[in-house]
């Protein structure tokens, strides 16, 4: 009688953490918090690039808090995000604000070399 408890034990708890390994999915219909975030770029040239860098990272399996959708419109990039609760919201807006802020910089950097009419960055540095 005592083998036959240690088993059912065993067993309830194998399914106890086999249901704590479930991660739960955004509710696409019914998010409890959602933010839109309008920038505003320079040109559409620099929004588009934005919008190509920041496309890989909405697409992400089933199990997150948060769903970030990118749209641009001109010069004009619009994210959206929606989640289940403010804590993960405030994490996916820091996130994809973050990412914005490095390919901004990124293009700073990466801009004088690729000057009008010049097809090869390093075409300008060698011929010098």
């Known amino acids: 009688m005592l083998k036959l408890r240690k088993r059912l034990k065993k ?7 086999e249901r704590k390994k479930l991660q739960p ?3 696409k219909d019914n998010p409890r918090a959602e933010i839109t975030i309008e920038i505003d770029l320079p040109s559409s040239r620099i929004a588009n690039t934005i919008y190509a860098s920041l ?5 992400q399996p089933p199990g997150f808090r948060s769903r970030t959708t990118v749209r641009h419109d001109g010069r004009v990039l619009r994210l959206n995000i929606k989640a289940e609760d403010i804590v993960a919201l405030r994490a996916a807006s820091n996130t994809f604000l973050r990412f914005v802020s ?7 950097v990466v801009a004088p070399f690729y000057r009008a009419g010049e097809s090869d960055p390093l075409l ?5």
């Open 102 to 108: 490095v390919a901004i910089k990124t293009l700073n």
């Open 11 to 17: 067993k309830s708890r194998k399914r106890h953490l």
């Open 25 to 27: 999915t955004t509710r």
């Open 55 to 59: 496309l890989p990272e909405t697409r």
């Open 124 to 128: 300008g540095q060698l011929g010098k």
